[in-house]
């Protein structure tokens, strides 16, 4: 009888695989293939058209790009960006500081200031500048309303240099005071506490607690401003100083015919410029995340070889299966 049971409950004929020999299919994503595939399309699309289009001129953006007049235009870029760029900060820092003392006169004069140079264009602030002497023909240091003590001749004074300098610099540093204030207030007010706590003078506060940490939100902002000043010193052409943008302007009128390269020129460096910028940027945020994040971000090198190591692990992988 047992025997009759046994035979008649068949047993199963399928046993389950080893678990090594099972395989895992990963997700697939088609959509993002086929978005990735247009992409790839457009982007050879607007390659190919810039290639092989004769309207642009490669030769001549090849002459053109590393000319002397060129280069002499890039220089007077470069230092009146550096010059407006410090300037811009420090008097921005003093405008931020101002803008958070308890003193009713500094935090409506710096108010005041803001709000007029964000408000004014600035090639309207620069034009204004460059026409200075003639509403002041001097300028004079003394008691209002009383004697002079000293007296500067303005039309010495202002150079194109000059004007161009103080006109971004006043312009910079109200968007600077912006991005410094912002920065300190996103400090947690513990800190401001603690350090108040032990007794550091104001000073010591905010050289050596505050500001280091409100620079983690400094830098990126204030990184954008400095991108937007290096476009911004185009406008210093009107102003008679023939940086980047005027050379390409100057040339451009006396080779009408290659007005399109020298475009491309002037594209070609600023793009440098911007990149350079972009660059330091990672490296200083890096530098400052230092104790705020648990691991340091990869550089673009580390992230080229984490991504290559990880290729070849699956490639193995896949090998192997």
Same mark, same amino acid.
């Given at each position: 009888?047992?025997?009759?049971?046994?035979?008649?409950?068949?047993? @199963?004929?399928?046993?389950?695989? *080893?678990?090594?020999?099972?395989?895992?299919?990963?997700?697939?994503?088609?959509?993002?293939?086929?978005?990735?595939?247009?992409?790839?399309?457009?982007?050879?699309?607007?390659?190919?058209?810039?290639?092989?289009?004769?309207?642009?001129?490669? /030769?001549?953006?090849?002459?053109?790009?590393?000319?002397?007049?060129?280069? /002499?235009?890039?220089?007077?870029?470069?230092?009146?960006?550096?010059?407006?760029?410090?300037?811009? $900060?420090?008097?921005?820092?003093?405008?931020?500081?101002?803008?958070?003392?308890?003193?009713?006169?500094?935090?409506?004069?710096?108010?005041?200031?803001?709000?007029?140079?964000?408000?004014?264009?600035?090639?309207?602030?620069?034009?204004?500048?460059?026409?200075?002497?003639?509403?002041?023909?001097?300028?004079?240091?003394?008691?209002?309303?009383?004697?002079?003590?000293?007296?500067?001749?303005?039309?010495?004074?202002?150079?194109?240099?000059?004007?161009?300098?103080?006109?971004?610099?006043?312009?910079?540093?109200?968007?600077?005071?912006?991005?410094?204030?912002?920065?300190?207030?996103?400090? /947690?007010?513990?800190?401001?506490?603690?350090?108040?706590?032990?007794?550091?003078?104001?000073?010591?506060?905010?050289?050596?607690?505050?500001?280091?940490?409100?620079?983690?939100?400094?830098?990126?902002?204030?990184?954008?401003?400095?991108?937007?000043?290096?476009?911004?010193? @185009?406008?210093?052409?009107?102003?008679?100083? $023939?940086?980047?943008?005027?050379?390409?302007?100057?040339?451009?009128?006396?080779? *009408?015919?290659?007005?399109?390269? $020298?475009?491309?020129?002037?594209?070609?460096?600023? $793009?440098?410029?911007?990149?350079?910028?972009?660059?330091?940027?990672?490296?200083?945020?890096?530098?400052? @995340?230092?104790?705020?994040?648990?691991?340091?971000?990869?550089?673009?090198?580390?992230?080229?070889?984490?991504?290559?190591? /990880?290729?070849?692990?699956?490639?193995?992988?896949?090998?192997?299966?």
């Amino acid at each position: 009888m047992s025997e009759s049971l046994g035979s008649a409950v068949p047993l @199963s004929t399928t046993e389950p695989r *080893p678990a090594a020999a099972q395989r895992v299919l990963p997700l697939r994503h088609p959509g993002r293939w086929i978005a990735s595939a247009i992409v790839l399309v457009v982007v050879a699309q607007i390659v190919h058209g810039l290639a092989t289009n004769p309207f642009f001129q490669w /030769d001549r953006f090849q002459y053109w790009f590393l000319r002397p007049t060129i280069l /002499d235009g890039l220089l007077i870029t470069l230092e009146v960006t550096f010059y407006s760029a410090v300037l811009g $900060l420090l008097v921005g820092i003093l405008l931020a500081l101002a803008r958070l003392s308890r003193s009713p006169v500094l935090r409506a004069v710096s108010w005041v200031y803001i709000w007029l140079f964000r408000s004014v264009p600035l090639i309207v602030v620069l034009l204004f500048l460059y026409n200075f002497s003639a509403l002041y023909k001097t300028l004079s240091l003394g008691v209002p309303f009383g004697p002079a003590f000293f007296t500067f001749d303005e039309s010495r004074l202002a150079t194109d240099m000059v004007v161009a300098v103080v006109g971004l610099s006043l312009n910079e540093a109200a968007y600077a005071a912006e991005v410094v204030r912002g920065g300190i207030l996103s400090v /947690d007010q513990g800190q401001h506490e603690a350090a108040s706590a032990l007794g550091l003078p104001k000073g010591y506060q905010f050289t050596r607690i505050v500001f280091p940490q409100a620079l983690r939100s400094i830098t990126p902002n204030y990184v954008n401003q400095l991108i937007g000043l290096i476009k911004g010193t @185009s406008l210093v052409f009107y102003v008679s100083l $023939l940086d980047l943008f005027g050379s390409v302007q100057s040339m451009g009128s006396t080779y *009408p015919g290659d007005i399109v390269p $020298l475009l491309l020129v002037a594209t070609a460096w600023y $793009l440098i410029l911007t990149s350079v910028v972009s660059v330091v940027q990672f490296y200083v945020e890096r530098y400052y @995340s230092r104790g705020a994040l648990r691991s340091l971000p990869p550089t673009p090198l580390q992230k080229v070889r984490t991504g290559l190591r /990880d290729l070849r692990a699956r490639v193995r992988k896949e090998a192997a299966i």
